[in-house]
C-alpha cells in the first residue's frame, strides 16, 4: 500500500455548502473501507483547500477515489495535486498517548531547487527531524516519490510561528535554501488524534 496526498482547493462556496454533507459522507465510506487515513480543511487560507491522505494500492485507485467524491463530481474543486507521498520519519497512526492541550497542525511542505544534492545535508535532516519527533512536534515527514525535490511534514506544534520557525531550522531550508510552505490544518476525519 502507498500513501498519496491529495490538496484540493474550491472556489464556488455556494456549491461546496450544498455538497458538504455527500463529501462528509462519502469521506466516512472511504475511512471504514481503510481507503483513506485523514482528511480536514486548511485553515485561515485565502481559498478553501482541504488535504486529504490516502492509502490505496495504485495511482490508478487513487484516481478513481477523488473521482468519486461528490465534490470532484459536482465540479466544485477548482484545482487539485496528488503526490506519492513516502512517509520516511514518523507515522500516519493514531499515537499511542492524546497530543499535548492547545496542539494544532500544520502541514509543511518544501521544495528544494531544481538539482539541488542533499547529500551533504541528509543525515543532518534525519537527526533534526528524528528530534522533532522525539519532541512530539512531527507526526509524520517525508518526501514525494513522484518529485523528490519536493515533500511534507505534518506538524503538532501550539502555534503557526512554532511551525514557521521548524521550518526555518530545517537543514533543507536552512542550508539549501528550499522553500517552503506552512498551513494550519484541522484533520477532521481520521483516527490521526
Known amino acids: 500500500m502507498k500513501y498519496y496526498v491529495v490538496t484540493f482547493t474550491h472556489t464556488k462556496i455556494v456549491g461546496w455548502a450544498i455538497f458538504l454533507h455527500a463529501h462528509v459522507k462519502y469521506l466516512k465510506k472511504l475511512l471504514k473501507e481503510e481507503k483513506l487515513q485523514i482528511s480536514g480543511p486548511g485553515v485561515g487560507t485565502p481559498v478553501r483547500s482541504a488535504q486529504l491522505v490516502f492509502k490505496v494500492t495504485d495511482r490508478e485507485e487513487l484516481d478513481k477515489l477523488v473521482a468519486g467524491d461528490p465534490y470532484s463530481i459536482h465540479g466544485l474543486?477548482?484545482?487539485s495535486t496528488a503526490n506519492l507521498w513516502d512517509v520516511q520519519?514518523?507515522?500516519m497512526l493514531k499515537p499511542e498517548s492524546a497530543d499535548a492541550e492547545g496542539t494544532k497542525y500544520f502541514r509543511a511542505t518544501y521544495e528544494l531547487k531544481e538539482n539541488t544534492d542533499v547529500t551533504a545535508c541528509k543525515d543532518a535532516r534525519e537527526a533534526y527531524l528524528q528530534k522533532l519527533l522525539s519532541e512530539k512536534k512531527l507526526r509524520a515527514a517525508g518526501t514525494y516519490e513522484n518529485d523528490p525535490s519536493a515533500g511534507l511534514s505534518i506538524l503538532s506544534v501550539s502555534t503557526a510561528e512554532e511551525a514557521e520557525s521548524i521550518m526555518k531550522e530545517d537543514p533543507y531550508v536552512k542550508?539549501?535554501?528550499a522553500s517552503y510552505q506552512v498551513i494550519q490544518w484541522d484533520p477532521k476525519f481520521g483516527e490521526f488524534k
Do not use: K
Open 77 to 79: 474543486v477548482a484545482s
Open 89 to 91: 520519519v514518523g507515522s
Open 175 to 177: 542550508e539549501l535554501g
